[in-house]
């Protein structure tokens, strides 16, 4: 039982760039933003009490590659006197955003950035690092004492999007009999007469209602959630998307702005709904007999005083996951030449940008294989940490990457904690976490994916055992 008090403070930042930016997530969508939907913000919540302090921010982006996002933790930590460990950098996953994640997903740092290019995107991440840093003190700074509260409501407006086409291949749509996670996990923040200070909500699905085509800097849904959610209640609100990797949308890659409204909507309007559900001050409900022309049974609030809280403890854990082997020499010589011949013949037709980018993409990658191969490297695997932070029965488990649902249902149902809340896209983004059922069958996530990614092989079978077992001992060390 914790005899110290748990303070709460939020604040919120644009971090739009500048109009012309290329965008990142869409490989056919080669050209700079011609203009602002709405304006991408980074929001920042800090809870804590006078021994320790977790630190959650939520930033309308893509994704930070992992070195990106060690930075920006270890300078957050700094400037708070806190550890990176403490810090939850989640982000969006819109792919109406700029190209945080360097070196990859077809970004200006990946293929086809000039050096004009190169030198304004270093200039955003700088000036975005010193953002997210003075959003976090902001927050910090705001502290005041808090009691929160969680609760989960439930939208089906995600669906599995690993269909199966009429010639047996794996396509991105619908699944409708596809494992899908409907959960709207809320944590209530508020001052200690109950005045909302801060909602943290999420949701499982990908945000990419936008179309291909769509042209303009967006927060796509988890905007209009947040929107939504702020207009209802007045508190300010924070979104983590959730395992989304192999989940979409009712509405995906719309050009209708409208189907945004919607999605959001959807899932906004529950959040709010859960938010109102919510007592955090201690109290108990009291019967009363009284009378007027009937006989009445009155019930009525008795709030009481109480600690604020019992319980806040942070944990983290390294993981490696195993990539499939690398392919012999001949057949990474093979890979490489058919790569490089697909991209000269493209180059010398004289084909757009929207072919010759992905092609190089792959070229690129086929590279990468073969030096490895040829250094005599046979296996890769991929290492990163996931957190969790736990306050009295609510927590927040995080990951990089793009984890399929069947890890965050795997994780929730392994928790003891009353409201576990999971969060991908967490602290970096470097690859998706398939089930042994997708690295079986194939699709995008293993296929395709893995040369946007620059993975030098697709995910083992194992994959999400290994990561979902990672969980449990997580779970552990949080005395869940």
Known sequence: MSD?????????IDITPPVGFRMQGVMRRTQGAVGVESALLATALVLGDENARFVIIDCDLVGLDLPLAAEIRAAVGRRLGTTAGCI???????????????????????????????????AYIANLKDQLVE????????????????????????????????????????????????????????????????????????????????????????GVVRRVVEDVTGATCLYLTGAAGNQSCLSFAQSDLGEKERMGGLVGCEAARVFFEIETRPHQVVRQLDASLSSLALYHKEFHDGPTHRI???????????????????????????????????????????????????????????????????QEALTF?????????????GMPGEPFAEIGLATKARSTASHTMFAGYCNGILA??????????????????????????????????IIVAAFDELLKDLEL
């Not at 945080?100 to 995107?121: I, Q």
């Open 4 to 12: 110290q008090t748990l303070t709460a403070g939020v604040a919120r």
């Open 88 to 122: 939850a950098l989640g982000c969006t996953h819109t792919h109406n955003g700029p190209s945080t994640s360097r070196g990859n997903l077809g970004g200006v740092h990946d293929v086809g950035g000039d050096p004009a290019e190169r030198v304004a995107l270093d």
């Open 135 to 222: 959003v976090a003190a902001a927050a910090d700074g705001k502290r005041r004492p808090a009691r929160t509260a969680a609760g989960c409501g439930k939208v089906a407006m995600a669906i599995n999007r690993e269909e199966r086409g009429d010639d047996g291949r794996i396509l991105i749509g619908r699944n409708p009999q596809g494992a899908t996670d409907h959960d709207v996990s809320v944590l209530r923040v508020d001052d200690l007469d109950g005045n909302p200070v801060a909602v943290l909500t999420g949701y499982a699905a990908h945000p990419v209602v936008m179309g291909f085509d769509t042209d303009l800097i967006s927060q796509d849904f988890p």
């Open 312 to 378: 806040l403890m942070t944990a983290g854990r390294k993981v490696s996951v195993p990539l499939q082997p690398l392919p012999s020499l001949q057949e990474a010589e093979a890979q490489f030449a058919a790569a490089n011949a697909t991209l000269e013949k493209l180059k010398a037709e004289g084909a757009a940008t929207a072919r010759t980018y992905p092609a190089l993409m792959v070229e690129d990658r086929a590279r990468l294989v073969l030096e490895k191969v040829k250094a005599g490297v046979t």
């Open 385 to 397: 940490e996931i957190v969790g932070f736990r306050l009295d029965d609510f927590v927040l488990v």
């Open 432 to 465: 998706y976490w398939p089930t042994a059922e997708t690295v079986a069958q194939g699709g995008m996530s293993v296929q395709s994916a893995v040369k946007t990614y620059k993975i030098l092989a697709p995910p083992t079978a194992e994959t999400a055992a």
